[in-house]
Structure formats: C-alpha cells, structure tokens
C-alpha cells in the first residue's frame, strides 16, 4: 500500500509562488497516475492538476490553467505542483493522490494530511 505524503506549503503573498512535493512511501508509484487535489474551507474537495505515469500527460482544472505546473521523477518517486502567481482563491489545503488515470481524475488512494496553502491579499 502506497502512502502519499504532502509538502511545501505555507504562507505567501498574492502573486507569489509555491512549490508543493507530493512523495511516496511504502512502495513506488512510478506506474501510478497521480493528481492534486484541494479543498477549501466550507468547500468540496476539488480537482486541481493531474499527471500520467510517464509524465507525457497533463490535465489541469480551468482556474489553475497557465498558473500551476504539474510534473513527476519517477527516480525520487516525487510529484511536484509549481504553483505561480497565487491568487487570494487559491487558499485550501492541497492533497495528492493516485487517481484512476490522469485523464478520468478519479482519486483511488486515500488522503493523507495535506498541505496548508495560505494566500494573502
């Protein structure tokens, strides 16, 4: 059993920039699709980016398109969202899972802590 585990988050000023790591333990997840996920307060969690195995394919969630930057290393068994020019919206607790496939964005692996990121105005 693959556990996820979240990085990278923090407190940062709108327009700023954050990069999340999502690693895994337990087993690699290399041959996994994985995506990032957030939810923010009295909200449903939210699809946000998303990733296949090989990296080749990328999907991302309109309000992130041109902002956030999804990318993997298999060798570190390492996902990582480069997110830029944050917005006040942005603010959630980010989480990363292994989804069903990169395209279809359903989650399959259980969450795990998350991620507080904070943007301010």
């Known amino acids: 059993q693959v556990q996820l585990v979240e990085s990278g988050g923090g407190l940062v000023q709108a327009g700023g920039s954050l990069r999340l790591s999502c690693t895994a333990s337990?087993?690699?997840?290399?041959?996994?699709?994985v995506g990032w996920f957030r939810q923010a307060p009295g909200k449903e969690r939210e699809f946000v980016a998303s990733i296949s195995w090989g990296g080749g394919d990328k999907y991302y969630a309109e309000s992130v398109e041109g902002r956030f930057t999804i990318s993997r290393d298999n060798t570190k068994s390492m996902v990582a969202l480069q997110m830029n020019t944050l917005k006040p919206e942005d603010t959630a607790v980010y989480f990363c899972?292994?989804?069903?496939?990169?395209?279809?964005?359903?989650?399959?692996?259980?969450w795990g802590q998350g991620t507080q990121v904070t943007v301010s105005s």
């Open positions: 899972t292994i989804v069903k496939s990169a395209f279809g964005k359903e989650p399959l692996g259980s």
């Open positions: 337990g087993r690699t997840f290399s041959t996994d699709d």
